[in-house]
């Protein structure tokens, strides 16, 4: 099918084109209390294609992008190409040029044993420290091998096999008759069997000390410390402001060899996005336009390095060999995590959904568990809300030398950020 | 018009009819779901255009599932050949044997589910739609964009850039067993217009509208009228202060309260969280969980929105449950293997994120009922507080009924008057009874809107619509 559309795509009059073939093999199995509740197969094969047009002499380019079903006829694809061809013509961007460096990493084509990653899930899972009073009410795993085939009018050609993994996880903890959940949603590229564990320990822990939790109280501002994957929130900020998309759209006005934070008084950010991160579900060295890969800093010591993003957007900013990013290396800081944690904070371990918002700064997330520590002693809370700003934020941020792994995002293990608003729902003792 | 049936699927019906016929051979309940939807997502703003033909409702595959010993099973897949029925139904066989294996392997024990009804059933359901998006004419759409894009740019103050979206969708489904055959076509399209523009301090602020609803491209004809109020808002948001944290009085827009609808009872009411002990909604049947003035209803047949669809994703037939009725809790919405395992009806609300996915229950129109207040009463009666303004983001907590909103303004009302001080961005928190039983006014208007995608936990994005008039109550503001 590939060749038929490669072929059809040569002969149309395109300017340029790039054709990408995603097929996915995935196991599922829902679980309901380590009860079998539905077990699932995915064979699912996508053709994405995009087709360029030059405009007015090559001051423009135009694009579109579709998808051919595989079982569409001759007749179907020649109809969706000639349309898409069509769209090109509408839409004038400023001129770039898409990828024309050979790929210079061999292809990876061994395949996924995805029998053996969900049998090694099923396992970790069962093996968890599960009591009478804290235990799994429900998980569900995703297990796929993904290959994806990279082709442009350029001569560009990758083929690349990855394993990617999800599992989504439930956890109970009760006492006298009341009873409260976590939520996880890990992912991936195989099952490491003693992180998930032991992450899932710590949403039991967590489970029985909510149990135990009081109102959160009224504050005046003070120190948050994150030390779960919410923190990756602070550090997607970072990243997502270095993109070449943000620069162009002028949603971030960093600039390259300028600090990214005036007056900063904590560690200075190091971000470095790297080609391969071992058990990443993106451990992949090409990105989707069929771009290697380097390993680059985007920020180093507070100052901004680097951008990234796509071929469009990092050519109008004059960025040659640039990509996408996939996977992140944050820097350790000066400090222990237990130097970090030092004097009185609130540390929250569980939000309903903690959010940064990468345009506008503003960080926001319900308390659902956190250790309030205050003079030396530590209260269990629940209730109320965070909220503050990154622009004001990231001034006085510190984080822990020590490193913990979230999929593809390496980063402090303890992230503390200073003076955000703390909405308490109970007096303050 | 009436948007027509998939030809694709009507060419492949005879095959998958057999493939049901060849696969009941082995189980003791087969049923296909069939996809063939095409669409659109036009992009334009003044830094950066795109035209796709995919967005996340545009699809084309099908998913069996298949019951055997109490489990049910599926294969989903895409790459289908009429031709070789036996050979589809073998490979079939074949990729779940090995899961059965495994399970057998490491132990794994059945939650066991009786089999599902398959009642007689023909039915074909196209809807009306004036514009198709595969026959739209993209190119006046991409004109239109731009004008609008550069009258955003002109008058929305400080705006860096202002982007118009469009996405229309014209989705066929087929869901065949051996005694049901359905079918339906219809069309659902979406627009929004949104811009950015910096603060004093470089923060960067948002302003946004939409339109949506069953129909075709001519929906986005609304998006000019959209735009009109975006200049103010953006005055109101620059100049906006944070808010004092604590407990106020607050009127919600229809926006803030369809978010309140879909994060308080929507998803604490999705039954298969019932199978799974996961929501109080289960514990609160016929008991009050709010003030007499709320009245909520869900279903697909509620509003011809978004997911205004005929039947759901499992070929159950769409409808319109009233979950809460002048303040007690009365049904939930149910999936139909949830409701075998409960023991109850399906409500048709099982929905999948596209064929490749798990049905999962899942909202439709989520909706309060309107009151007898004018927004002016409601206004003049507030001592203290805010009127809420646009929905930024939800998340739900059906276990404890706890609930977040993150809402784009509030504007100070005093001794019953705007004052004119905005503040934003807003963090609402509260325990949904408390804030459904302090309900003490609603409006008579009513609004549905269906932009954007709800998710399950982290994942499983479907189209939904929600909303209902403005109300009255007590929340957290922070």
């Not at chain 1, 929130?233 to 997502?240: G, P």
């Not at chain 2, 095959?15 to 060849?22: D, F, K, M, P």
């Not at chain 2, 735009?227 to 803030?256: C, H, N, W």
Request: proline share 4%.
């Amino acid at each position: 099918m590939l060749d038929i559309i490669r072929k059809k795509l040569e002969a149309l009059g395109a300017d340029a084109w790039e054709l990408t073939e995603i097929e996915k093999r995935g196991w599922e199995f829902y679980f309901i209390r380590h009860r079998l509740d539905q077990n699932r197969v995915t064979e699912v094969k996508r053709i994405e294609v995009k087709l360029y047009r030059a405009i007015e002499d090559g001051k423009f380019l135009g694009s579109a992008s579709g998808e051919i079903p595989p079982t569409a006829t001759e007749a179907e694809i020649d109809e969706r190409l000639s349309s898409l061809l069509y769209q090109a013509g509408l839409v004038k961007n400023p001129y770039y040029t898409i990828t024309d460096t050979p790929v210079d990493v061999p292809d990876r084509t061994e395949p996924v044993d995805v029998e053996a990653i969900a049998e090694d899930f099923m396992r970790a899972i069962r093996s968890a420290p599960e009591t009478a009073t804290e235990d799994i009410n429900s998980y569900e795993i995703f297990v796929n091998e993904v290959t994806r085939r990279t082709r442009n009018s350029n001569g560009v050609t990758y083929t690349c096999t990855y394993p990617s993994s999800t599992v989504e996880l439930v956890g109970n903890a009760r006492r006298d008759g009341h009873e409260i959940e976590l939520y996880r949603f890990f992912t991936s590229g195989t099952c490491d069997a003693p992180a998930l564990v032991g992450e899932i320990a710590d949403v039991l822990r967590y489970g029985k000390d909510r149990l135990e939790a009081v109102p959160t109280p009224k504050l005046p501002a003070g120190a948050v410390i994150l030390s779960t994957s919410d923190a990756l929130e602070v550090y997607r900020y970072f990243v997502d402001r270095m993109s070449a998309g943000f620069k162009v759209r002028r949603i971030s006005d960093w600039e390259i060899g300028k600090p990214v934070c005036e007056n900063a008084s904590g560690d200075r950010l190091t971000i470095e996005a790297v080609s391969s991160l071992r058990n990443s579900s993106c451990d992949f060295p090409v990105d989707a336009e069929g771009a290697v890969i380097r390993d680059r800093y985007l920020i180093r010591d507070g100052v901004a390095e680097n951008f990234w993003g796509s071929r469009q957007f990092c050519e109008y900013l004059g960025l040659k060999g640039s990509s996408m990013v996939h996977n992140v290396r944050v820097h350790g800081g000066a400090q222990s995590a237990a130097e970090v944690r030092g004097g009185d904070y609130l540390e929250v371990v569980e939000f309903s959904d903690f959010q940064v918002d990468p345009m506008g700064g503003d960080i926001a997330g319900e308390i659902r568990l956190g250790y309030l520590h205050r003079g030396g002693k530590v209260t269990v809370v629940t209730g109320g809300s965070i909220s503050g700003s990154m622009n004001e934020a990231a001034a006085g941020m510190t984080f822990s030398r020590e490193l913990k792994q979230y999929d593809n995002y390496v980063i402090p293990s303890v992230t503390r950020l200073e003076k955000l608003r703390i909405t308490g729902v109970a007096a303050l003792t | 018009m009436k948007a027509p049936f998939s030809p694709y699927l009507d060419r492949i019906a005879p095959a998958i009819r057999a493939l049901v016929g060849e696969l009941g051979r082995d189980y003791d309940y087969v049923s296909v779901l069939s996809t063939d939807s095409v669409g659109f997502r036009v992009a334009i703003s003044r830094r950066s255009k795109s035209v796709s033909n995919t967005n996340m409702t545009t699809e084309r595959g099908n998913v069996v599932r298949v019951y055997r010993g109490g489990l049910y099973s599926e294969y989903a897949f895409n790459d289908f050949a009429p031709d070789a029925v036996a050979e589809t139904a073998g490979a079939i066989r074949a990729e779940l044997e090995k899961q059965f294996r495994l399970l057998a392997r490491t132990g794994s024990a059945v939650y066991e589910t009786g089999v599902l009804a398959d009642e007689p059933l023909t039915l074909l359901v196209e809807k009306e739609a004036a514009l198709l998006p595969e026959r739209a004419d993209l190119s006046a759409l991409v004109e239109r964009f731009t004008a609008l894009s550069d009258e955003g740019l002109k008058t929305i103050p400080g705006a860096l850039d202002c982007g118009v979206n469009g996405i229309s969708t014209h989705i066929s489904k087929m869901f065949v067993t051996a005694n049901r055959f359905l079918r339906q076509s219809y069309v659902y399209t979406e627009g929004s217009i949104f811009a950015y523009a910096p603060t004093e301090d470089g923060e960067m602020r948002t302003v946004h509208g939409g339109v949506s609803g069953c129909g075709g491209v001519e929906i986005l004809d609304g998006l000019r009228a959209k735009l009109s109020s975006l200049p103010q808002t953006m005055r109101d948001v620059l100049g906006a202060e944070k808010i004092v944290p604590g407990e106020y009085e607050i009127i919600t827009d229809p926006t803030v309260t369809g978010l309140i609808a879909h994060e308080a009872f929507g998803h604490g009411v999705e039954m298969d969280m019932f199978v799974k002990g996961r929501a109080l909604g289960a514990e609160y049947i016929d008991q009050r969980v709010g003030s007499e003035l709320v009245t909520m209803h869900e279903g697909a047949r509620c509003d011809e929105s978004v997911t205004a669809y005929a039947f759901d994703d499992e070929g159950t037939l769409a409808g319109d449950v009233v979950e809460i009725d002048r303040g007690i809790l009365r049904t939930g919405i149910c999936d139909a293997l949830s409701a075998l395992r409960l023991g109850t009806q399906p409500t048709g609300n099982g929905k999948r994120e596209n064929y490749a996915h798990k049905v999962y229950t899942r909202m439709t129109n989520t909706v309060f009922d309107s009151g007898s207040d004018t927004l002016e009463d409601m206004i003049a009666s507030v001592k203290y507080g805010y009127l809420l303004r646009g929905m930024q983001s939800g998340m739900e907590d059906p276990k404890h009924w706890g609930i977040q909103c993150i809402i784009d303004r509030g504007y100070e009302i005093a001794d019953g008057k705007l004052t004119g001080k905005v503040v934003s961005p807003i963090v609402m928190t509260g325990y949904v009874p408390d804030l459904l039983g302090s309900v003490s006014m609603a409006s008579m208007d009513r609004v549905v809107e269906g932009n954007g995608a709800c998710g399950k936990g982290h994942k499983e994005w479907v189209k939904v619509a929600d909303g209902g008039p403005y109300l009255k109550t007590k929340a957290r503001l922070g």
